[in-house]
């Protein structure tokens, strides 16, 4: 199932900032070249969009915890609101 973010924001203001890469070269676009727009894309990307398991087990490779995560909270860098990390959220199920 589709993931819920818990705090999206609509319209951050890295959307508003037009790429600034060369597509001439490599040398001249992100990831090399510093772009905030498209760097701000790439980190999006990085959210997971479907729910997963996280499973803690012991050294003997027992399961101890098993963690269905089914939400996001997204933690966003205050001048452009671009996504810098996010915490998983849960139910603990085992």
Do not use: F, R
């Not at 037009?18 to 597509?23: A, P, Q, T, W």
């Not at 070269?25 to 894309?41: D, G």
């Not at 003997?60 to 205050?78: A, D, R």
Request: glycine residues 4%; hydrophobic residues 30%; proline residues 4%.
């Amino acid at each position: 199932m589709t993931i819920k973010i818990i705090n999206p924001i609509k319209n951050p203001l890295w959307k508003q900032i037009s790429c600034k890469c060369n597509n001439d070269s490599v040398e001249t676009k992100y990831p090399i070249s510093k772009c905030i727009h498209c760097e701000s894309e790439a980190q999006e990307k990085m959210v997971p969009t479907e729910e997963y398991d996280i499973i803690i087990e012991d050294k003997k490779k027992n399961i101890k915890t098993k963690i269905h995560v089914n939400k996001v909270k997204l933690h966003y860098n205050e001048k452009y609101q671009n996504i810098i990390g996010y915490s998983s959220m849960g139910d603990i199920v085992g």
